[in-house]
């Protein structure tokens, strides 16, 4: 009986050894697992960012962009600080400048072609989404699809959009395209209406006088810019009415209309930020993205990542937490700066240093702005 027991315990402890083994191979492998998927997003962060320094497409982009140049000359002038002295000194810093100025003119000349690319796939996405016929889905599953009188009138008008927008066609096809949208518009009469009908017809004359095609570009792009405005007119356009916030009563701007301190103009409430406190900014969000771009060059773009990431986690997750859906990402960037700051760092906790580490940017390389924008100079 004794060697029996002898027998059993000898194979429960090598069970229970390899079932220690097989746990601790596979918590190793999770480690490695979870390493290489850091390594993997933190190449993949820093590959992000340096497709956006290179072309810069959206606020946040050129935002990003405004903080490694104000990095950039920071780290510039501190060089120049601590190894010059005297005339020397000066002599470098007016060269400082007059690179960041260049290097400040070509952002802005990116910025614009930028801009007006955008600005035409909006109007683009706007004729399209005007253009498009009611849907609905049948009880069987099957997508059916209406045209009423209102669609099919906004349709014909994103047709002669398409048509005039084009400047490569020939003389007579450009006359063609210009006879259709005077006969189309002039069925009603405004001051807008009028004003499309006597540019049709300046071109029209300039066209018959063999003027050069690029001394009409300016012509051309007026006639496009207030068809436009006559397309998102309700009154011409019916169905642009749900797609513009458009006001039937002035008695609705009453609570929604704000003052802005910036640019001393009168906005809707949406085009103001809320402060931490929860009261309204004084400025609108272009005038706080101006005043950030000539001022601290602040850029939170990596806060608002961390930010998604944990919002998505906790929806993965399916927990009662509210706390990451109400946060934003600026305010996560100042509590971060304020968390790194020398006096809140001596008084904090392991945890909340450790918190603050982990929301650390990524470092950015020595001078992207002046390797991406040196043609441009």
């Not at 998505?312 to 109400?326: N, S």
């Amino acid at each position: 009986v004794i060697c029996l027991q002898s027998y059993v315990r000898r194979w429960l402890a090598q069970e229970a050894v390899e079932q220690l083994k097989k746990e601790r191979t596979r918590r190793l492998a999770w480690f490695e697992m979870q390493d290489r998927r850091c390594k993997e997003e933190k190449e993949e962060q820093l590959r992000d960012r340096r497709d956006r320094w290179m072309n810069p497409q959206s606020r946040e982009d050129f935002s990003l962009l405004y903080h490694a140049l104000e990095k950039w000359r920071t780290e510039e002038e501190q060089q120049i600080n601590s190894t010059l002295r005297g005339a020397e000194r000066k002599v470098a810093l007016c060269s400082l400048v007059e690179q960041e100025m260049q290097l400040i003119a070509a952002i802005g000349r990116h910025q614009i072609n930028v801009e007006a690319n955008n600005h035409d796939k909006i109007v683009r996405n706007f004729l399209k989404k005007s253009a498009a016929p009611h849907q609905w889905e049948s009880a069987n599953g099957r997508l059916l699809q209406m045209d009423t009188a209102e669609d099919i009138r906004a349709r014909e008008l994103k047709e002669l959009y398409n048509e005039i927008s084009l400047y490569t066609v020939d003389k007579q096809q450009r006359i063609t395209f210009l006879k259709k949208l005077k006969n189309n518009v002039k069925e009603h009469e405004c001051q807008l209406v009028w004003d499309i009908i006597d540019l049709i017809d300046r071109e029209i004359d300039l066209m018959s006088r063999e003027i050069k095609e690029h001394n009409l570009e300016g012509l051309r792009k007026r006639i496009c810019t207030l068809f436009l405005q006559y397309i998102k007119t309700p009154a011409f356009n019916p169905k642009v009415a749900k797609l513009l916030k458009v006001y039937k009563k002035p008695s609705e701007l009453k609570h929604k209309m704000f003052f802005c301190h910036g640019c001393h103009r009168y906005l809707c409430s949406a085009d103001f930020g809320s402060c931490a406190s929860g009261r309204r900014s004084h400025r609108c969000r272009n005038c706080t993205r101006l005043d950030n771009i000539a001022r601290s060059r602040d850029e939170d773009s990596v806060y608002k990542s961390i930010l998604r990431r944990l919002r998505t986690d906790e929806h993965r997750l399916k927990t009662e937490a509210t706390i990451p859906f109400l946060l934003q990402g600026s305010r996560l960037s100042r509590d971060a700066q304020t968390s790194l700051s020398p006096d809140t760092s001596s008084s904090s906790s392991g945890g909340s240093l450790r918190h603050s580490q982990a929301l650390r940017p990524l470092a950015a390389p020595r001078n992207p702005v002046h390797k991406s924008y040196e043609q441009d100079r």
